[in-house]
């Protein structure tokens, strides 16, 4: 009971309740900058370091440079290699450039096809093919995207047709498909398009691989456009479902800016001589 003379303030019930409802606010906003500080830091911390880690494709996408190489190949049905190249491509500029690789070149007394496998190939195969191929020739490779003639259609049809001009009739007939055109312009579907480009390939002679990469940089600059570029999200999902790589999307997410830079070029990607091998 308070006493004539106190000098002590009154102590209310509801005061008390308030102290401690403000005391507590300012320790929630306290510990709430300090683990957005703690948070923030560890984005830098990740974004400089990547925490040392790698992620399930045995690639460190942390230590990534702006350069990317990228083997690049494609199968038929029966899984033999009808390309191989490496892909370079430059994600702050936009540009990049091809050059072909014979899958006859060899490694350890294997041919690069042999190595790779039939069409049962599977990731321990694609990881040997792509060490072989960066030892044989001192290169490093980022990712690699392996296409398959079952499946390229459905890629190609997202991006559109190739448009090639014969100054010659034009007639392939292999054992699962044949495909006849007449002189003059044409528009490929992806189908056709990997049907010509297998016969351009040919028994993979250096001349037959140089003609193989001029294609494939020619239907890449047709490809590269800013409708296609808007598209690219869909793009991606197309792509990891229909062919086999390790491209991630965090990656592809790097490569949206080559992307919409590329597509504001007439011609970002240049074809390049084939890697060359003794052995041919």
């Known amino acids: 009971m308070r006493k004539p003379g106190d000098k002590k303030p009154l102590k209310f019930r509801t005061t008390v309740k308030e102290n401690k409802i403000r005391n507590r606010k300012i320790a929630l906003i306290f510990t709430a900058i300090v683990l957005l500080v703690a948070l923030l830091s560890g984005i830098v911390i990740f974004r400089e370091t990547g925490f040392g880690k790698k992620n399930d494709t045995g690639f460190d996408s942390s230590t990534m440079q702006h350069t990317v190489n990228i083997l690049f190949g494609g199968t038929d049905t029966d899984g033999d290699l009808v390309f191989l190249s490496r892909l370079t491509i430059n994600t702050r500029n936009g540009t990049g450039k091809i050059a072909g690789i014979s899958p006859k070149s060899r490694y350890e007394r294997q041919t690069f096809n042999e190595i790779l496998g039939r069409k049962d190939a599977d ?41 090639i001009v014969l100054e010659k009739e034009f007639k392939y007939e292999g054992t699962r498909q044949t ?102």
């Open 123 to 163: 990731a321990i195969s694609r990881d040997k093919l792509v060490k072989a191929v960066s030892e044989r020739y001192g290169e490093e490779f980022d990712r690699y995207l392996i296409v398959n003639e079952e499946n390229i259609g459905r890629v190609l049809l997202k991006l559109g047709y190739y448009d």
């Open 179 to 280: 495909l006849h055109l007449l002189k003059g312009q044409h528009s490929l579907n992806g189908n056709e398009f990997y049907t010509y480009l297998k016969y351009v390939g040919g028994d993979h002679s250096i001349d037959e691989t140089d003609a193989q990469t001029a294609v494939i940089a020619d239907w890449l600059n047709q490809e590269l456009t800013p409708e296609n570029f808007e598209k690219s999200q869909a793009l991606y999902e197309s792509l990891v479902n229909a062919v086999s790589t390790n491209i991630t999307i965090a990656d592809f997410a790097r490569y949206t800016n080559f992307l919409e830079e590329a597509s504001d070029r007439e011609k970002p990607i240049k074809a390049q001589k084939t890697v060359f091998d003794e052995d041919l």
